[in-house]
């Protein structure tokens, strides 16, 4: 049988923009990835049981405003090659680096916990046993694999990882959705100014846009740029800015666009199933677990609690690295993933005292949901002043040089915040109303 010369070369260039795709994919998809941690879950559930698909528009909305803010924090980091902690110690008073780190160490602990506690139930959902067990060993295997695991080997199994997301696709299409009725409740949503649905929207923006994505996603460009080969900060290296910058959009705009689809799927399968029965108090990801066991079957529930624990296996190094990359940058230790462990001992002590401290707050009387609650509160507080010292100082040419933000990006990312500082304004307001 003859070749077919012209196949055979359309194979061979299929093959090697996918091979190049792989390799773009990095930090952003991570970064995504990260952002539906199991209290992420436990948010989109909350939404989608209380208001069935009413809320699914803002998962559209928040996306091309997460992209670009998510963005612009990863072109910090490749430029100047510091993380945002660095930046903000290097060019803002030490009284404002110095409350923004320790706020978000606060938050990300209090997520650290709540996360494993999730983790924990949902494996006890699953196979029974004792969940505070599986709350140590889930922290001990993620802490393990930060300190004691390669980076370039542990950067390609959080890339694996990120295929558990996917989990909560597969729930939509195992339950019955009313997809055209998702349609219009995207396309036309019924707005409502009541006090609970602005909650919920402040929820989910507060959710999507988290302080310690800004702080990852730009300590792992740092990283890039110490481990690729020839890789140097854009301002020692401007030749490089082209090729850099297209690979963090493809890598930002595909994380954060399976981010906020899989969220998305996450309200639509628990809005045509929980509320559709009446289910719609859901306080954490394992109740939602649970609740979908009842209503929909033991297929829908095994899929979502395995979701939980994949989900939450990537989320965990993401709190407690940008906790530690924020706190060593600010303290100006050796920081990274990938230095070998006795070369940044202050670095990784901080992720693993991050990680005994979250499975101590397990074992305490903390109510669970009061903790996350008053974490969501600590994100958007953090948020807003990092996205707006950010915006400035990506203006500033002494700086970023010749790589200050392009018109759309300045644009996108002052929306971002305006949006961000709004959802903070919003949650205030409802307190004193």
Same mark, same amino acid.
């Given at each position: 049988?003859?070749?077919?010369?012209?196949?055979?070369?359309?194979?061979?260039?299929?093959?090697?923009?996918?091979?190049?795709? +792989?390799?773009?994919?990095?930090?952003?998809?991570?970064?995504?990835?990260?952002?539906?941690?199991?209290?992420?879950?436990?948010?989109?559930s909350q939404v989608g049981a209380q208001?069935?698909?009413?809320?699914?528009?803002?998962?559209?909305?928040?996306?091309?405003?997460?992209?670009?803010?998510?963005?612009?924090?990863?072109?910090?980091?490749?430029?100047?090659?510091?993380?945002?902690?660095?930046?903000?110690?290097?060019h803002y008073p030490a009284w404002l680096?110095?409350?923004?780190?320790?706020?978000?160490?606060?938050?990300?602990?209090?997520?650290?916990?709540?996360?494993?506690?999730?983790?924990?139930?949902?494996?006890?959902?699953?196979?029974?046993?004792?969940?505070?067990?599986?709350?140590?060993?889930?922290?001990?295997?993620?802490?393990?694999?930060?300190? $004691?695991?390669?980076?370039?080997?542990?950067?390609?199994?959080?890339?694996?990882?990120?295929?558990?997301?996917?989990?909560?696709?597969?729930?939509?299409?195992?339950?019955?959705?009313?997809?055209?009725?998702?349609?219009?409740?995207?396309?036309?949503?019924?707005?409502?100014?009541?006090?609970?649905?602005?909650?919920?929207?402040?929820?989910?923006?507060?959710?999507?846009?988290?302080?310690?994505? $800004?702080?990852?996603?730009?300590?792992?460009?740092?990283?890039?740029?110490?481990?690729?080969?020839?890789?140097?900060?854009?301002?020692?290296?401007?030749?490089?800015?082209?090729?850099?910058?297209?690979?963090?959009?493809?890598?930002?705009?595909?994380?954060?666009?399976?981010?906020?689809?899989?969220? +998305? $799927?996450?309200?639509?399968?628990?809005?045509?199933?929980?509320?559709?029965?009446?289910?719609?108090?859901?306080?954490?990801?394992?109740?939602?677990?649970?609740? +979908?066991?009842?209503?929909?079957?033991?297929?829908?529930?095994?899929?979502?609690?395995?979701?939980?624990?994949?989900?939450?296996?990537?989320?965990?190094?993401?709190?407690?690295?940008?906790?530690?990359?924020?706190?060593?940058?600010?303290?100006?230790?050796?920081?990274?993933?990938?230095?070998?462990? +006795?070369?940044?001992?202050?670095?990784?002590?901080?992720?693993?005292?991050?990680?005994?401290?979250?499975?101590?707050?397990?074992?305490?009387?903390?109510?669970?949901?009061?903790?996350?609650?008053?974490?969501?509160?600590?994100?958007?507080?953090?948020?807003?002043?990092?996205?707006?010292t950010m915006m400035l100082l990506t203006?500033?040419?002494?700086?970023?040089?010749?790589?200050?933000?392009?018109?759309?990006?300045?644009?996108?990312?002052?929306?971002?915040?305006?949006?961000?500082?709004?959802?903070?304004?919003?949650?205030?307001?409802?307190?004193?109303?």
């Amino acid at each position: 049988m003859p070749i077919d010369v012209g196949e055979v070369a359309l194979d061979n260039t299929t093959a090697l923009a996918r091979r190049k795709l +792989l390799q773009a994919l990095g930090p952003g998809l991570i970064t995504g990835a990260a952002d539906d941690d199991p209290s992420g879950i436990a948010t989109y559930s909350q939404v989608g049981a209380q208001f069935g698909y009413g809320l699914a528009w803002t998962l559209v909305l928040s996306y091309p405003l997460m992209a670009a803010i998510q963005e612009i924090r990863a072109r910090i980091g490749r430029v100047t090659g510091f993380g945002i902690a660095g930046n903000l110690r290097r060019h803002y008073p030490a009284w404002l680096s110095g409350s923004i780190v320790l706020l978000l160490l606060i938050a990300n602990l209090i997520n650290l916990g709540a996360d494993l506690g999730a983790m924990g139930a949902a494996l006890k959902l699953m196979i029974g046993g004792p969940a505070l067990v599986y709350v140590v060993l889930f922290s001990a295997l993620s802490a393990g694999l930060q300190i $004691f695991t390669r980076y370039a080997r542990y950067v390609s199994i959080l890339k694996w990882g990120c295929l558990a997301l996917f989990s909560y696709v597969i729930c939509a299409f195992v339950v019955h959705v009313e997809w055209g009725e998702v349609a219009w409740a995207i396309v036309w949503p019924a707005l409502s100014f009541k006090a609970e649905y602005l909650m919920a929207v402040v929820a989910v923006f507060g959710t999507t846009i988290s302080p310690y994505l $800004f702080f990852w996603q730009a300590g792992q460009e740092v990283e890039d740029t110490k481990e690729g080969a020839g890789a140097r900060p854009l301002t020692r290296a401007p030749e490089q800015a082209q090729g850099e910058f297209n690979r963090i959009r493809i890598d930002t705009y595909i994380g954060m666009g399976i981010s906020n689809l899989v969220a +998305l $799927f996450i309200v639509i399968t628990t809005a045509a199933t929980l509320n559709a029965s009446g289910v719609t108090d859901i306080q954490t990801s394992a109740q939602a677990a649970e609740a +979908l066991r009842a209503v929909s079957g033991p297929l829908t529930f095994t899929v979502f609690a395995a979701g939980i624990i994949g989900t939450g296996m990537l989320a965990l190094p993401a709190l407690a690295g940008s906790a530690a990359y924020a706190l060593g940058e600010t303290l100006s230790w050796h920081v990274g993933l990938a230095r070998l462990p +006795l070369r940044a001992k202050a670095f990784y002590a901080t992720i693993a005292v991050g990680m005994v401290l979250g499975v101590a707050l397990n074992f305490t009387p903390i109510d669970p949901i009061k903790a996350l609650y008053w974490s969501a509160v600590l994100n958007g507080v953090v948020a807003v002043p990092v996205m707006v010292t950010m915006m400035l100082l990506t203006m500033r040419r002494s700086i970023m040089a010749g790589f200050t933000l392009t018109l759309p990006l300045q644009i996108m990312g002052w929306l971002a915040t305006a949006t961000m500082a709004a959802t903070v304004v919003a949650m205030v307001s409802s307190w004193l109303g």
